[in-house]
């Protein structure tokens, strides 16, 4: 599949554990592109093109929910599906999050399965 993904996560394993569902997908490796924050993502969502954009909510220099309210400004990335996954289950957490522009999003902790059906039918559409 030709769709370009950036996976952002300040914790290398959740990176590898989310890049290995999306190769399982059908993702090119090499169209995997991975974040360490949301100040890192900015900089690469800038210099690339994404089609989708997955980024964890808790992380230092910038969260997930500021990545968002700024991938929402910026016209290239304005209508990118974003998923968001966070350890925030609450309701308000969540609905701050469709607030800001989160097209889907995915509590932690998630297993593979999980990743995947809320992942496939997004890849689908897009
Ligand atoms: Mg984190």
Sequence with gaps: M??????????????????????ELGIYDEFIT?????????????????????????????NGLTLVQNLRQLPKSEHTPIVMITTEGCRE??????????????VKPFNAEVLRNKLEPMLNKI
Excluded: C, H, Q
């Design 2 to 23: 030709n769709k370009k993904v950036l996976v952002v996560d300040d914790s290398s394993t959740m990176r590898k554990i989310i890049k290995n569902v999306l190769i």
């Design 34 to 62: 991975e974040a360490v924050d949301g100040v890192d993502a900015l900089g690469k969502v800038k210099s690339n093109n994404f089609d989708l954009i997955l980024t964890d909510w808790n992380m230092p220099k910038m």
């Design 93 to 106: 957490e969540v609905v701050s999050a469709l607030k800001s522009g989160v097209n889907n999003y995915i």
